[in-house]
Structures are given as structure tokens and as C-alpha cells.
């Protein structure tokens, strides 16, 4: 009996991995994805706080999954004039003054921009990546980009009350000489999205940790 359950949730988690990246692969963004060429590159924003917090630098890549959350939010973020960025109770307010379809950018420029660590970048190349976002607050867009070989596109989530995880998978090309990846945030509307946390782990890895 124990033999059979165990086998059965692997299947199950299989199962589940390989449905979330079928069905992404059937539906793809209706919005227009945000372009991989960096031969524009793009000034680095400051952060704009309302905190007199310390910025914690993105921890490297060690071992899957991924994670960051709290003060190492504000590590490698990037913003345009029309954002803003806030350390909260939990975790960081982004918002900007011009919501809606951000226009397309190789480093995801006019949009709230996660820095990834070269490490997380080539630890990424040529995986299936499942990225996990906790959210609370207001509606917004997400986008992985490599800012060379390809990006995610577009992906959408509504606003929620209370923290919810939304997540996303995609194939990553393999990089060529590494122009650095960003993952992009963009609320679609004037109520400022929280994120609580980020985490990136590879398909093969969820589906071992879900055994």
C-alpha cells in the first residue's frame, strides 16, 4: 500500500509539471513579449524608498530552488522615472504612475527589473524553469528575459487580498555569451503589487522534491 501511494504522488507530480508547461505552451501571451536584444542597453535606475533600509545583495546561486525575499528584494532592481519601490512588512510595494502594457525591452526597460546573478543566469541556460512569485495586491505582469536568446513573454495575474504564490514555467534557451537575466514586474493597474517572494527552481527539481 505505502509502495503504491509513493508512486502514485510521483506520478502525480510528474503529471502536474508536464501539464503547467503543455498548457503555457498552448496559450501563449496575447500581449507582445519583451524583446531579448541588448544592443540598446539601458541606463540603471535608483531605487526610489520611503525606507532607511539597508540593501542586502541577492544572495548567488547555491542549489535549487532559488530564493529571495525581504530587504534582499531591493538587490540589482532596476527601475524607470514612472516606478517606485518600498520595503513593507511584507516585502517590497512596487508601483508605478503609467500602469498598463509595458513596450518591449531587452533588459525589460520601463518595468520593474530583478537583476539575476550570474550564477542563477547560468544555472538557467537551456532548462525547463518553473518561477514562483508571492504576491499581494494589485494586478500585474510578469516576464523572464535573458536579454539574448529569448524571454518568457508576458504572463498575467489578478489582484488578491492576501499573498498568493503564482507561477510559471518555460523552456530557457541555452545563452550564448550572457547578457544577463532579469525577471520583470509591471502592475497593470494603480494599485501597488507587494512581493513577498521569489523563487526559481528547475521542473526536474520540483518534480524530486514533490517525491
Known amino acids: 500500500m505505502m509502495m503504491n501511494l509513493a508512486v502514485n504522488k510521483t506520478v502525480f507530480a510528474s503529471a502536474l509539471i508536464s ?6 505552451a498552448c496559450q501563449p501571451s496575447t500581449d507582445a513579449a519583451p ?13 526610489e524608498t520611503t525606507t532607511e533600509a539597508e540593501t542586502v545583495p541577492l544572495p548567488e546561486f547555491v542549489d ?8 534582499s528584494l ?20 512596487i508601483g508605478t504612475s503609467e500602469p498598463g502594457t509595458p513596450r518591449p525591452g531587452g533588459r ?21 524553469a518553473v518561477f514562483s512569485i508571492e504576491s499581494a495586491g494589485g494586478a500585474f505582469k510578469t516576464a523572464h528575459s535573458t536579454a539574448e536568446v529569448g524571454n518568457s513573454g508576458w504572463r498575467n495575474f489578478e489582484a488578491s487580498v492576501d499573498p498568493e504564490l503564482r ?22 493597474s494603480d494599485e501597488p503589487v507587494t512581493i513577498v517572494s521569489i523563487s526559481i527552481d528547475l521542473a526536474s527539481e520540483a518534480i524530486e522534491s514533490a517525491q
Open 108 to 128: 525589460l526597460q520601463d518595468v520593474a527589473a530583478f537583476r539575476l546573478p550570474e550564477s542563477v543566469e547560468a544555472a538557467l541556460s537551456g532548462q525547463d
Open 19 to 24: 501539464a503547467l508547461f503543455t498548457l503555457q
Open 64 to 71: 535549487w530552488p532559488y530564493q529571495v525575499s525581504g530587504a
Open 35 to 47: 524583446e531579448t536584444s541588448a544592443a540598446e542597453p539601458q541606463p540603471e535606475s535608483t531605487v
Open 167 to 188: 507561477t510559471f514555467g518555460w523552456a530557457v534557451p541555452e545563452m550564448n555569451n550572457g547578457n544577463g537575466d532579469y525577471l520583470g514586474i509591471a502592475p497593470t
Open 74 to 93: 531591493k538587490g540589482h532592481l532596476l527601475l524607470p522615472e514612472t516606478y517606485s519601490a518600498t520595503l513593507s512588512g511584507d516585502g517590497m510595494d
